[in-house]
């Protein structure tokens, strides 16, 4: 009996470990590059062809030393050092802006009513969703006001086709658009930074329908820990487009260095001070 209950405890370890950290099998599937996933994913125009995986990105995307777990060193860009750096700035920023954030709080809770601090889900590293924290900017129904609005405005259509981003977005709030302005929304981010979803540096964070826009280079972010701010921000923000973000993407990843963010960094203030390129 007891030689019977422990080697079923040994077969279900077994295939746990089998589960969660073997080795994918070399297989037609499991050899694909990052080109032929993407092109299997997502059509010229970058919308899906199929739904939400239910399974990490990173399992479909082969060829990135960054994303094979049978390397030892396969790490975030940064690694370490970067995100020692990340956990240093986040604490010390929280602890200074927790009475802004707080305050902000508030007021959102009173003016509207409902929870200040909402998530949307995002695709990081290795294609893991997380949930991006954002402070509440929106009218409840935000989703119906922006498809009414697109379809009786064939101009802002072509622009959120464009960069999924709108210069006059029906559904922001009055509020909502002074915080978006100097991104004030974005604190409750340093959060995600903390729990390690994210970076203080990095590329954007995108949904995964914005994926499709990556393409062939979909391997560069997904090597790394989305950022609060990155080289999108301080290149011009809301005025990038999509090929713009790709390439900066790309760019950052593939030259990291600590130096590097902390030049990002020193610049994003400038960048936010920049009103007319806010939301």
Known sequence: MGQSVLKRKKERSANFRSMHFARPRRTSTSSRTAPDIANELFRPSGKLQGKVPSAPIEAQVVGWPLLDRSNPLACPVGGRAKRAADLMIAVTAILILLPVMITTAAIIALTSGGN?????????????????????????????ALTKYLADNPVAAQEWEKRHKLRHDPRVTRLGLIMRKFSLDELPQLFNVLFGDMSCVGPRPVTFEELGHYGAKVGHYLSARPGITGLWQVNGRSDTDFPARVALDERYVQNWSLAGDISILAKTPAAVLRIMEAH
């Open 116 to 144: 200040p601090i909402f998530s949307h889900k995002r695709v990081g590293y290795r294609g893991h969703f997380f949930p991006c924290y954002k402070f509440q900017t929106m009218v409840p129904d935000a989703q119906n």
